[in-house]
């Protein structure tokens, strides 16, 4: 697992970056105002898919892996193996920004990583592919209700790359579904107050669309998909349409929750003349009204990596930063509405019994 032991001015940071459940980045005493929960997609990480390092910027792999290899190695992955052998491993050394950047810009937030095994073939491994995605909503809802048993009504803002916004859209949904009397379930959809989107398919078929995306990414990456059945990457529609009506029915309803979509400007340059966007502008925007569509100026896989120089930090500095801090004053302006309310009340029954 990779070290990340940089202190910072909020305390020193775990030794490990778990490759499952939600990690903790934040340390010590100060007193937090907002949980922030990154969630990665298919075939990512914890750690590396929010890492800059060298090679990011669109490179090309310099070697292709040996056909069917990837797949081989993914169904040989275990959850006992160190994160270096599991895809999407954490590089050596880079910028992490979750780490090296969120704990400085906002000192009053808790940050989270969440990791679960996102390889291929387990995620859309067998008749239950769909469940998988209801599997991962639900485990990060269970650890999220439990790191949360002290500070229920404190604001949640997700940050999710690509299918990984699906498993925050699930870990809502059975929010939603919560039965009467579990309010430590309810409060985790009543508390978000804002999702990033980097790269996530919401629009169309969705499970169609995510069949698509994992033959670009295998082309892309230059994986064989020989001994993977890609039919499994299309389940139930129906599934993934209830999913997506009801997220907008949250928006709809949830006076708290908005939402920024992030787009790829580039096409990733891969294997065998693969050059095309994974995400389709159409397929990554969800078009609701409590949505904001922004352009990245990078391609899929580097949408959401940083550094301190360069054209990344020109995207973190001027187009992601910014939208966490809109969602975070959105909910400032509400609090303080609602206590001039409050004022308003007490003013006029003081007014009505006064003498």
């Known amino acids: 697992m990779a070290s990340t032991t940089t202190p910072t001015m909020n305390g020193p940071v775990p030794v490990t970056i778990s490759i499952y459940g939600l990690t903790e980045l934040t ?7 907002f949980d922030i929960v990154f969630v990665h997609g298919l075939q990512g990480h914890p750690e590396s898919t929010w890492t800059f390092s060298e090679g990011t910027s669109n490179q090309t792999p310099a070697k292709p892996p040996s056909k069917g290899s990837f797949f081989r190695r993914s169904v040989k992955a275990t959850a006992t193996e160190p994160a270096a052998d599991l895809p999407g491993a954490p590089p050596p050394s880079g910028t992490f920004w979750p780490r090296d950047f969120l704990l400085e810009d906002f000192p009053k937030a808790r940050v989270f990583t969440y990791g679960y095994d996102s390889s291929v073939s387990h995620f859309f491994a067998g008749p239950a592919n769909s469940d998988n995605i209801l599997d991962r909503g639900r485990d990060l809802l269970e650890r999220l209700v439990t790191q949360r048993e002290k500070v229920r009504g404190r604001p949640i803002i997700f940050i999710a790359h690509s299918l990984g916004g699906l498993v925050v ?26 999702i990033l989107f980097f790269g ?20 892309a990456m230059g994986f ?13 529609d129906a599934m993934l349409q209830i999913l997506r009506d009801d997220f907008r029915r949250r928006l709809d309803n949830q006076k708290l929750l908005h939402v920024t979509s992030f787009q790829e400007s580039k096409g990733y340059k891969g294997f065998n003349g693969f050059d095309e966007k994974i995400v389709d502008p159409d397929s990554s925007e969800i078009g609701h009204a409590r949505e904001r569509r922004l352009p990245v100026n990078a391609n899929h896989m580097d949408m959401c990596k940083y550094s301190r120089t360069g054209p990344t930090w020109v995207n973190y500095e001027q187009v992601v930063k910014p939208q966490i801090s809109r969602h975070m004053n959105r909910v400032y302006e509400a609090l303080r509405e609602s206590t001039a309310i409050v004022q308003r009340k007490v003013h006029a029954f003081d007014f009505q019994h006064a003498g």
């Open 27 to 33: 340390q010590g005493d100060a007193v937090r105002e």
């Open 169 to 194: 859209k699930s870990a809502l949904r059975l929010s939603a579904l919560a039965e009467d009397g579990a309010k430590d379930h309810e409060d985790i959809l009543a508390s978000t107050a804002g």
């Open 200 to 219: 996530t398919p919401h629009r169309g078929s969705l499970w169609v669309s995510t069949g698509k995306i994992i033959s670009r990414f295998a082309k």
């Open 224 to 236: 064989s998909t020989s001994n993977v059945d890609l039919d499994l990457l299309r389940p139930n």
